[in-house]
T-cell receptor
Framework: NAGVTQTPKFQVLKTGQSMTLQCAQD?????MSWYRQDPGMGLRLIHY???????DQGEVPNGYNVSRSTTEDFPLRLLSAAPSQTSVYFC??????????????FGSGTRLTVV | GNSVTQMEGPVTLSEEAFLTINCTYT??????LFWYVQYPGEGLQLLLK?????DKGSNKGFEATYRKETTSFHLEKGSVQVSDSAVYFC????????????FGAGTRLAVHP
């Protein structure tokens, strides 16, 4: 059981470049989310999805796009990378959205540097 | 709004010392509360959880009690080990906000032999 798989693990981009961070889960979870982790700020929600075809914005959505065409995949797209997007990105999934206490399963993260 | 406040780190302890990491929250209604742990180079793992007032979550010797009256969820362990060195995050999901896991800033714990 692979859980939540994120690729790539590391990436360096130049300002203005675009890229897609991949996230896949094999647990048939309905809920998937993207977070960014910055020093001293914990994790902040970028975008989330409650199921295939349904997405919504989180706390810091600007500069990022998402789509959810299948239950398994939830890619995060940076359209024009900026140095402020240098961060560690985590994808997470849950069967119930966390309310019932099951919490989320996190991927191992993607460390992105924009120069 | 909803928010989580944790004590600032780093917290540095000797092996077998008692650990407390303070966490307080602001939320409407009855949120679910969590502690997550992040070991070096890894993603976050759920450590323990509580879904209603006075619930006590426990795992691997760690405990935290959901205190509605003080809006707190402090993490404790009676005797820490070097292997407990990690970053600990307090988090909540708001009542009705199933997809919005809100984190504190994290507290780094370093345990020395």
């Amino acid at each position: 059981n692979a859980g939540v798989t994120q690729t790539p693990k590391f990436q360096v981009l130049k300002t203005g470049q675009s890229m897609t961070l991949q996230c896949a889960q094999d647990m048939n979870h309905e809920y998937m989310s993207w977070y960014r982790q910055d020093p001293g700020m914990g994790l902040r929600l970028i975008h989330y999805s409650v199921g295939a075809g349904i997405t919504d914005q989180g706390e810091v959505p600007n500069g990022y796009n998402v789509s959810r065409s299948t239950t398994e995949d939830f890619p995060l797209r940076l359209l024009s990378a900026a140095p402020s997007q240098t961060s560690v990105y985590f994808c997470a999934s849950s069967s119930t959205g966390g309310r019932l206490g099951y919490g989320y399963t996190f991927g191992s993260g993607t460390r992105l540097t924009v120069v | 709004g909803n928010s989580v406040t944790q004590m600032e780190g780093p917290v540095t302890l000797s092996e077998e010392a008692f650990l407390t990491i303070n966490c307080t929250y602001t939320a409407t209604g009855y949120p679910s509360l969590f502690w997550y742990v992040q070991y070096p180079g890894e993603g976050l793992q759920l450590l323990l959880k509580a879904t209603k007032a006075d619930d006590k979550g426990s795992n691997k010797g760690f405990e935290a009690t959901y205190r509605k009256e003080t809006t707190s969820f402090h993490l404790e362990k009676g005797s820490v080990q070097v292997s407990d060195s990690a970053v600990y995050f307090c988090a909540l999901t708001p009542y009705g906000g199933y997809n919005k896991l809100i984190f504190g800033a994290g507290t780094r714990l370093a345990v020395h032999p």
